[in-house]
């Protein structure tokens, strides 16, 4: 279109408005644009209120605008430890480019101290150095030894109608496995209804995490199988996205999971 043709076309508008306006007085037709959508309907009015509590509760119970500075998942609540940089990918970039200026490509290599750090779970199955773990069958038989009770089936007959159970809290924690699904509100009646189901009212007694060094360090390292998990921020509220295992790999979560059931 030239710029004749394009003249013609913007001046000829308002007497093809006139025109139209003039055609629907004749028909008797009221032409005017509409929505882009249709009403939505009852049902469709549902879904979108149910989505958008979804999406509400979602960012509730993982608020990016908590005024927290630390780098951390939404979705699983985890934080980045120190050696995380992804937040700065394009600074550690510049970085590796400017090591590589005036280098030839077959002398230069990459260093692994220079990558970009994520999140990503860093495992060690390696443990070395740890205690051994102790027979309780055959430590309470040495104890019987030595304190010489005997006719212990018979002096302990009919003492079991008011005794109470004391459960190693951090041994319970292994023990029940995990649906991702659920919250972490629901994750803990699942251990509490099954300390009811299983001992009655026992009592269950948990170890400092981040209290140490303590004697069930080793303890503790064994039952994580040496995998260290990243530091999760979470409420009673939040769905639990994270593996078992690297949950329970890091201390400060397994105090503040206790610290949330304790009472």
């Known amino acids: 279109m030239g710029d004749s043709q394009r003249t013609q076309w913007l001046l000829s508008r308002p007497a093809c408005a006139d025109m139209n306006s003039a055609m629907q007085q004749v028909t008797g037709n009221d032409n005017a644009t509409i929505c882009q959508h249709a009403e939505p309907s009852h049902s469709r009015l549902k879904r979108d209120y149910k989505d958008m509590r979804s999406l509400l509760n979602y960012l509730l119970s993982g608020n990016p605008f908590a005024g927290d500075e630390t780098l951390r998942s939404i979705s699983t609540g985890a934080m980045a430890n120190q050696p995380v940089n992804s937040d700065r990918a394009k600074e550690v970039g510049h970085t590796i480019l400017e090591s590589m200026r005036n280098a030839a490509v077959k002398d230069y290599t990459f260093k692994k101290k220079d990558q970009m750090v994520t999140m990503g779970v860093k495992v060690s199955a390696k ?11 055959k430590l309470v038989d040495a104890l019987v030894v030595l304190s010489a009770f005997k006719d212990s089936e018979q002096n302990v007959a009919g003492e079991t109608i008011d005794s109470e159970y004391v459960l190693d809290g951090g041994s319970l924690l292994h023990r029940i496995p995990w649906r991702r699904s659920d919250t972490y509100a629901s994750i803990g009646h699942t251990y509490l209804e099954y300390a009811k189901r299983m001992y009655g009212k026992p009592r269950i007694v948990f170890d400092g995490y981040i209290n140490g ?8 390292l064994r039952r994580s199988c040496g995998v260290v998990g990243p530091t999760i921020k979470f409420n009673p509220e939040m769905i639990c996205n994270a593996r078992k295992e690297h949950f329970l790999g890091n201390p400060k979560n397994n105090q503040a999971f206790c610290n949330t059931w304790v009472t």
């Not at 443990?127 to 069958?137: I, N, Q, S, T, Y």
Request: glycine fraction near 6%.
């Open 213 to 220: 060094p303590s004697t069930k360090d080793a303890t503790h």
């Open 127 to 137: 443990v070395d150095g740890l205690l051994r773990e102790a027979d309780k069958a």
